[in-house]
């Protein structure tokens, strides 16, 4: 298998394939606003909010794999990455839609890019390669605390196809 088919199987797998883990697409599929916003203790993030993190590091590679590194987003530390808009409905929903897009257009450059460009270093980052690798881990990781912070809430319906 090559470092291709390999990476996006992992990626399919934190967006809309399941594998040892629910994917996030279906994760978020019922999630309300207020299921969004909801956190179990003070100091602890919503699901809205690790899916802004997670949005956050995902278009900051694409646009810099992309040579837009004037729009890329900013933020003064990683605690800042998990900055919300203003809390409503039709927001959430954009947030998640933004992220589902992102993360596909990530999937497509994986799928019809040269390996060369692949491989060539990204301004301030590794290859690409390298940062889609660590990307599908890093959405792993979150993934679980939103599922987890489904279950709290009553809202992971534990239907799993295996």
């Not at 729009?71 to 998640?96: H, M, Q, S």
């Not at 881990?137 to 009553?154: D, E, P, R």
Request: proline content about 6%; overall charge negative; glycine content about 4%.
């Amino acid at each position: 298998m090559d470092v291709r088919t390999l990476l996006l199987q992992q990626w399919a797998s934190c967006l809309d394939k399941e594998d040892w883990f629910p994917p996030l697409e279906k994760v978020l599929e019922n999630i309300t606003l207020e299921q969004a916003i909801w956190k179990p203790v003070e100091g602890a993030h919503s699901i809205w909010e690790l899916v802004c993190h997670l949005l956050f590091y995902e278009k900051r590679i694409l646009l810099r794999f992309l040579g837009e590194t004037a729009n890329e987003p900013k933020a003064e530390n990683n605690d800042a990455t998990y900055r919300l808009p203003t809390e409503t409905f039709p927001n959430w929903k954009e947030t998640k839609q933004e992220y589902f897009s992102v993360h596909r257009e990530l999937e497509n450059i994986l799928a019809k890019s040269e390996l060369e460009d692949l491989y060539r270093p990204i301004p301030d980052d590794n290859p690409l390669v390298l940062e889609l690798k660590s990307l599908a881990m890093h959405n792993a990781y979150h993934i679980g605390q939103i599922v987890f912070l489904s279950k709290m809430q009553g809202a992971w319906t534990g239907k799993r196809s295996f």
